[in-house]
């Protein structure tokens, strides 16, 4: 019987990484090869989504947070410098994948192009 000072404790509020010991994705390592960051990033942001699912984290602001944070330092530096990042977690993420996505070298694309332009001809 509980003392009536006593709180009983309400295990359904313990969150899942508190039972587990849920360690949260390394930090994404954003200076690293530049061919490989686009899927490098998608790969990490799904880690990401994942530990939040299982660390029961809903709360639009915590994820934001949790995002910025858990992504390390040099993320958190290239998310400064981005325009029109809003304060919720959804925006923040749109624009670190807007960064993180490929960029089209337009000299090779038009290379690629020409080439296969040649090959056509010469049929």
Same mark, same amino acid.
């Given at each position: !019987?509980?003392?009536?000072?006593? $709180? $009983?404790?309400? *295990?359904?509020?313990? %969150? !899942?990484?508190?039972?587990? /010991?849920?360690?949260?994705?390394?930090?994404?390592? =954003?200076?690293? /090869?530049? %061919? %490989?960051? =686009?899927?490098?990033?998608?790969?990490?942001?799904?880690? #990401?989504? !994942?530990? *939040?699912?299982? =660390?029961?984290? @809903? /709360? +639009?602001?915590?994820? &934001? =947070? !949790?995002?910025?944070?858990?992504?390390?330092? %040099?993320?958190? @530096?290239?998310? @400064?410098?981005?325009? +029109?990042?809003?304060?919720? #977690?959804?925006?923040?993420? $749109?624009?670190?994948? $807007?960064? #993180?996505?490929?960029?089209?070298?337009?000299?090779?694309?038009?290379?690629?192009?020409?080439?296969?332009i040649q090959?056509?001809?010469? &049929?």
């Amino acid at each position: !019987m509980l003392n009536p000072n006593e $709180e $009983e404790v309400n *295990t359904e509020e313990i %969150s !899942m990484a508190t039972i587990l /010991d849920l360690k949260p994705p390394p930090p994404f390592d =954003a200076e690293g /090869d530049n %061919s %490989s960051l =686009a899927q490098r990033w998608k790969e990490w942001r799904e880690r #990401f989504n !994942m530990y *939040t699912v299982a =660390a029961n984290i @809903k /709360d +639009d602001a915590q994820k &934001r =947070a !949790m995002l910025l944070y858990v992504a390390g330092p %040099s993320v958190h @530096k290239i998310f @400064k410098t981005l325009q +029109d990042t809003g304060t919720d #977690f959804k925006t923040a993420l $749109e624009k670190l994948d $807007e960064y #993180f996505q490929p960029q089209k070298n337009v000299i090779y694309e038009a290379m690629c192009l020409n080439r296969h332009i040649q090959r056509l001809e010469n &049929r």
